[in-house]
């Protein structure tokens, strides 16, 4: 898989050619070496160009020598559904090695989102979420994460000249599960050469993988993080969330603290809403009560659940929230904390993680 050329960042990409062009390094300098890696950065990042033999800027012997070492795209677009209720498109991919995933466009007036996957499938296997209810069968590997970005933003500039402006890895997979291709991924993103997109505008959600949190406080990137927590409670996290076993709510909590005061940035509490499961009035009272214990800024995202199907906890179907309790819930959070409740943009369109994948396996 390393023959993708979305699978280097800068970086390793200059490394790489030093490595095999340079056979008598003394004659080859740096900037030699940076002019061709700007160069192909450009053509991928910056025009969205998947073909070598358009890279007319480089010399013919240099395309060809790309086009024996190297391949661009690692993904396939499979299917897209576009909503009826607003502008928001579910992209399936299909990988090289047969596989699905799947990344959503999310369009605003004055932002357009991509919600991207970092594995095929899910470990974590929240009770709620369809991406996990087929296991999760491997990482993605770099040019994969990258890939869904890069077509998605090549199919909506060559139908709107529009820019994606934002990302959140919120997609299929634990993204702190597939760290370092993570982390490759923002120096993609963000770097000027490429994406160039903001740390301030890219979001990194976690069900809590505690260490990696740390971790990521640690990098140069001051993204934006998510926890999915879900319930305020430990014996029901633990219901909805398996992976909640491990990492428990006031470590995952402590660890989101450091990483506001390292990084400064808000952290974001994703928070469902299953009706007479986590929606009670007793529910918004404990989160409130646990999330004061803690010295960082908090936004608070409730979201209406979207079926997956007929899913039980201890014998009670799993359903959206009416609409009395949602109201209940949030006028109670918002007396102490910013919050919003996060409908979803493509219920038609099976816009919830993994609802395509699973529809599409269950039919072959």
């Known amino acids: 898989m390393d023959y993708y050329l979305k699978n280097y960042t800068y970086s390793q990409l200059k490394d790489l050619l030093k490595n095999i062009l340079a056979k008598d390094k003394s004659n080859l300098k740096e900037d030699f070496f940076n002019y061709r890696v700007d160069q192909i950065f450009n053509w991928?990042?910056?025009?969205?160009?998947?073909?070598?033999?358009?890279?007319?800027?480089?010399?013919?012997?240099?395309?060809?020598?790309l086009?024996?070492?190297?391949?661009?795209?690692?993904?396939?677009?499979?299917?897209?559904?576009?909503?009826?209720y607003n502008d928001s498109i579910k992209f399936l991919f299909?990988?090289?090695?047969?596989?699905?995933?799947?990344?959503?466009?999310?369009?605003?007036?004055?932002?357009?989102?991509v919600c991207l996957s970092t594995q095929v499938g899910c470990n974590v296997r929240c009770i709620f979420c369809a991406s996990g209810i087929n296991g999760?069968?491997?990482n993605l590997n770099l040019a994969e994460i990258i890939d869904q970005l890069f077509l998605i933003q090549k199919y909506i500039y060559m139908r709107e000249k529009m820019r994606i402006t934002n990302i959140v890895y919120m997609g299929m997979g634990e993204p702190l599960f597939n760290y370092e291709n993570l982390i490759k991924s923002l120096d993609i993103f963000t770097h000027d050469k490429a994406f160039n997109i903001s740390n301030r505008n890219i979001t990194v959600s976690t069900s809590g993988v505690v260490d990696?949190?740390?971790e990521l406080a640690e990098e140069k990137f001051r993204v934006k993080l998510a926890i999915s927590l879900h319930s305020p409670f430990e014996n029901k996290r633990?219901?909805?969330?398996?992976?909640?076993?491990?990492?428990?709510?006031?470590?995952?909590?402590?660890?989101?603290?450091?990483?506001?005061?390292?990084?400064?940035?808000?952290?974001?509490?994703?928070?469902?809403?299953?009706k007479n499961i986590t929606d009670?009035?007793?529910?918004?009272?404990?989160?409130?009560?646990?999330?004061?214990?803690?010295?960082f800024k908090v936004f608070i995202n409730l979201i209406p659940y979207n079926s997956i199907g007929n899913?039980?906890?201890d014998n009670v179907l799993l359903e959206q929230s009416d609409n009395e309790s949602i109201i209940q819930f949030y006028n109670y959070i918002k007396k102490y904390f910013e919050v919003n409740v996060r409908w979803s943009l493509g219920r038609d369109i099976n816009a919830a993680c993994g609802q395509l994948r699973r529809q599409l396996i269950n039919s072959i």
């Open 67 to 84: 086009k024996n070492n190297f391949e661009i795209n690692s993904l396939k677009i499979y299917d897209t559904k576009l909503s009826k």
């Open 280 to 295: 009670t009035l007793e529910d918004a009272k404990e989160l409130v009560n646990i999330l004061k214990n803690y010295n």
């Open 136 to 138: 999760l069968k491997r």
């Open 311 to 313: 899913i039980y906890l």
């Open 212 to 214: 990696k949190i740390y």
């Open 238 to 274: 633990q219901k909805l969330i398996p992976l909640a076993k491990k990492y428990k709510i006031p470590q995952i909590l402590k660890a989101a603290e450091y990483y506001f005061l390292k990084t400064k940035r808000r952290i974001t509490i994703e928070y469902i809403l299953l």
């Open 94 to 113: 299909k990988t090289s090695d047969n596989e699905y995933i799947e990344s959503v466009l999310m369009k605003h007036p004055q932002r357009y989102t």
């Open 44 to 65: 991928i990042y910056k025009k969205y160009e998947d073909k070598i033999d358009n890279f007319s800027d480089l010399s013919k012997n240099f395309r060809e020598f």
